[in-house]
């Protein structure tokens, strides 16, 4: 259960604390060209330690790619249709900071229900629950946005509000005092992808809305997900909430509103497709909390570690890439509705 | 792209207007005693007909079981492990009432998207895009809801909006007027699954939450998904959303609160899950819509057939039917994890 | 596991004394037409019962389509891209003849290994493991055949030899002399596709030689499987073994043998495939054999019923329906090779 | 379509002159003990160079591990659980010696079709259609064959035959004296599993002998599959090819007979499994072939490379590694048949 995607898939590994963490993508269309600078370049977009407003941990984040590619000059590789191996060394490891909380359950965090599931677990930070899992999806994503951008497809994805306020001019000072008082904060990411084609989506199973909802709930920290008008659709009525069509310009039908968010019955509509991802709080505090030890005693606990205070801000791009995946996913699908 | 499901699968088929709606059921365990009139009842709760507020179709529904049973006698049945067809017969159909909106596209149907993916659409009603397609889901989860019962296991879902009104007492009287208007409205479904233990549910890809949401939103209709706190959480702070824990009676902790909903880390940690499914308005109103033909011309539309004026009412017990689903299914993925 | 198939797909289900056999075809392309009348010859063709040679149970096998089809007029109907749902109701059923058996294990059968896999069996006739679940596999492949047979691609399937008589004049003999000492004989079917495109199967998991291998080992009573000069290669030499190739009539080059069978790296090349299947003798004989009954005694049983003599021939149509499913089903997976 | 498996997966990646092989494995169950060592040792044993009868091609074939394990002292890692990430470098390229066949299609190999399907393809050596590929399924049956010992199963698979001769004490004069010649040789590997508990494997799609068809028809130059008896089985008599059974020591009856391979049904029935896999001859041979270059011009072709002459021989490790993958993965698919 570590691979997504139906024809372009990911299949990722690693621990925060291991090796590295790396991934296979498979379905990579052959023949397309790919800046290896512009893929390097999104993931560290993905990066902590830019600003005060993200974690502390330093991470050079450098792609290896293992196969999968003829170089192509300049900079440029070619893809060979070839499953494509790849890993991000980690370096900044500091596990020793882990080990006075290595007998305690944090809360909100995975170690219990992990333990629970697995009978042991990787203490050493989040281990396989570290937001240091979406490298992988990063690089699944960033191949996706090079093959779309170049059909004329654009997905973009950027916070929309911080615990609670929506104004992005306030969002940084907002963090800074939480980190402050040692605290953490939720966001929302609002995403929203151009140049989409009709006709992408399955209608009962494998709806496009579903497949958005299930990359965007597998994101760590992710508690809700809608799209269009999404939740306010459950406070409207139906003539409200209705997208009239006219004529359009060319063969296609014009829409007169995108209440639906570009997706009916499943399928894309060709009008933008607009979804939102709720992000709660990072769970690592350095605020006191009541836990137990792994041997059922009470305890309590502040987690000191490098935490982002919100860890919606580096989940936009992970937004973004895995919106990318499915949307090149989908669309390699489709193809398979009719052999002419 | 019509099968749901890792272990404990549904493969779902037919149109509202074609001979029947039916599926086959995969990886149900072996010796399971099932009472068939419950599985009847299930069904019947999920008709339409019974009451104003739902719509005027009137389907028997009975159940037909074609595999996957030996009579246990007193009207029980034994599961021998093997899959289950049934259906479902399609007796009520008035395919004449949908003669003359048969060039026209419904706005918020899948008509237009539909006809861009396939070159080709079942006008006769919804089609594969009905409503109607959702008897196979709820067939598929009352088998597992008797599976999970007799383990302890509750799954319950309810409306808890309409329209934007969070009275249950007054929900029948907006529904009214809004049918009397021909419009309709949208609502929420809140669900909770107690008796889970903890360890469903896998860490990166195929998280509980994903699973659930990926169910969730294959509903038609659906907009929006969250647990626990869900959306709430967007703008609480890290250490509000903590779920302290505490030694509990016997070996396993007590959570000191439930924000998480259930779920840590992908992986169910024996507290109560919870969530909620927004629904949008019924798009077929009565209410006159601008839309184009078939052919591109401008055109009006008003649809008359029989709807539900808020498809949030019959989209609970298909709530409860999926998220009894997703359970026994993670139940049986999680025998995986060890051989021993 | 009652799925076959990545594209087109197959979930089958029924028990050969339970009320019917049918299942659900997945992924059949929209918008082509399909004699009725043609599909149901493929079961008859498939069906016991026609001379002495095979079976004598009579069933009717009526094809009942549930889905997926719009009437195309004159017995013709057009399929709509959504999923199939069928049955074939169960007729001629005996039970009472399988009543004296019913504490044994038939040796060969599946009856001990299935009991200890599920703790309970249907011990009326083969239940899931008889030969009629393969009703299901004809109706996959009879779709599938109309559609590739439009586009020059024809699937044959025969019986090459029975019981190590490799003269088809013979067979019958052979067949009848068996049948008249309570005995039976194996056999193989030799395959033949021809106008398949260059480019089917994928090169490392999902090779085409791999479909179609997974495709005859899922057939009951097959034991081996090979293609091209098969084992024979074997104990070739590669320059025996080497398909020259030289400048063709067209763009495509020729080539000057077909050792390969027509795959080459997983990977169809535009020559005929071509590829055996290995039946063993029928496991139920009159001839009188050491068992155990279910309590662990000795015993002895001689299988009486109604059985083929050689599962081999009723083994043919099935060995062409699933090669048609496969070479469909790989035909729209290619697509999803590029989006262009 | 580069994952193998259900529950215990290998997702493979990596060309022969590309940076690196390796794969991702998902599924290892945690709380397990490997010796890194003995995993080493498996790869050696699959490596070329190790004496005259194999390719010269000299790689230290080191095995990198990326993730999925704790160190357990004493050179033993203990697994978590979670995806291993592995790969193996290539650092024994010499493309240049493919230079002068770079425009050539070589007879028997993928490229032709390569081409025909991608567009493009690696010259330099196989690619990904080389032998190379096969290191991830050995490193993926180590582990396998590391905890099916500790449960008493034992996987053995050994050449039975290299080009029609089926004396091991011949085999190495053999081939020398086909590579003296520029030629090489088809082989046999045969195969035993012995200690698989009863229950292993599905009754219809999933059956056990389908699946290890599958892995072996997966293997490149692998052209035949059978187990039990298996082709001799299309030659005989149903009461010669019965398996009778009577009591056993213990409460499990014995088997008088194996025709059956230890497979009843698609169902382990407790006895070893034996079956038995067919390789065409290496197609690189120093022997001057007819073939056309990619312009389509007739060429001759003589392939110089360093390949082995009987690829049977390094396929034995490949196909005791895929066994071992199978029945692990079959024994933790069993799991899910109850949930008690």
């Known amino acids: 259960m570590n691979t997504f995607g139906n024809i372009y898939r990911l299949t990722s590994f690693g621990e925060s604390h291991g090796p590295a963490v790396g991934g296979v993508i498979d379905g990579l269309p052959p023949g397309e060209i790919f800046s290896f600078e512009a893929l390097q370049e999104e993931l560290d977009r993905r990066r902590p330690g830019r600003d005060a407003s993200v974690s502390a941990r330093r991470e050079p984040d450098r792609l290896i790619l293992l196969s999968g590619f003829l170089p192509a000059g300049e900079g440029l590789i070619r893809s060979l249709g070839t499953p494509v191996g790849f890993y991000v060394a980690n370096t900044d490891c500091l596990p020793g900071a882990y080990d006075d909380i290595?007998?305690?359950?944090?809360?909100?965090?995975?170690?219990?229900?992990?333990?629970?599931?697995?009978?042991?677990?990787?203490?050493?930070?989040?281990?396989?629950?570290?937001?240091?899992?979406?490298?992988?999806?990063?690089?699944?994503?960033?191949?996706?946005?090079?093959?779309?951008?170049?059909?004329?497809?654009?997905?973009?994805?950027?916070?929309?509000?911080?615990?609670?306020?929506?104004?992005?001019?306030?969002?940084?000072?907002?963090?800074?005092?939480?980190?402050?008082?040692?605290?953490?904060?939720?966001?929302?990411?609002?995403a929203t992808v151009t140049g989409v084609p009709a006709g992408l989506g399955e209608p009962t199973f494998g709806k496009l809305q579903q497949m958005l909802a299930s990359a965007m709930l597998s994101i760590g920290g992710v508690h809700g997900f809608d799209y269009g008008d999404g939740i306010s659709l459950a406070s409207m009525t139906g003539s409200e909430a209705a997208d009239g069509m006219c004529p359009g310009d060319g063969d296609a039908p014009r829409f007169l509103s995108n209440h639906c968010g570009g997706i009916q019955g499943g399928i894309s509509n060709g009008q933008d497709i607009r979804f939102r991802v709720f992000f709660k709080p990072t769970p690592s505090v350095a605020v006191d909390l009541p836990t137990v030890d792994t041997a059922g005693n009470p305890a309590r606990i502040s987690t000191k570690g490098r935490h982002d205070p919100c860890i919606a801000l580096r989940g936009a791009p992970v937004v973004k890439a895995m919106a990318a995946g499915v949307i090149l996913d989908a669309m390699l699908l489709a193809r398979t509705v009719s052999l002419d």
Do not use: M
């Open 102 to 190: 290595r007998g305690l359950y944090r809360p909100n965090h995975a170690d219990y229900a992990w333990e629970r599931k697995y009978g042991l677990r990787d203490w050493r930070g989040g281990g396989r629950a570290s937001g240091r899992e979406t490298v992988s999806r990063v690089v699944y994503g960033a191949f996706a946005r090079q093959i779309l951008s170049r059909r004329g497809i654009s997905v973009n994805a950027e916070v929309s509000a911080v615990g609670g306020c929506a104004n992005p001019a306030e969002f940084s000072d907002v963090i800074v005092r939480a980190r402050s008082l040692g605290d953490s904060l939720g966001g929302i990411v609002s």
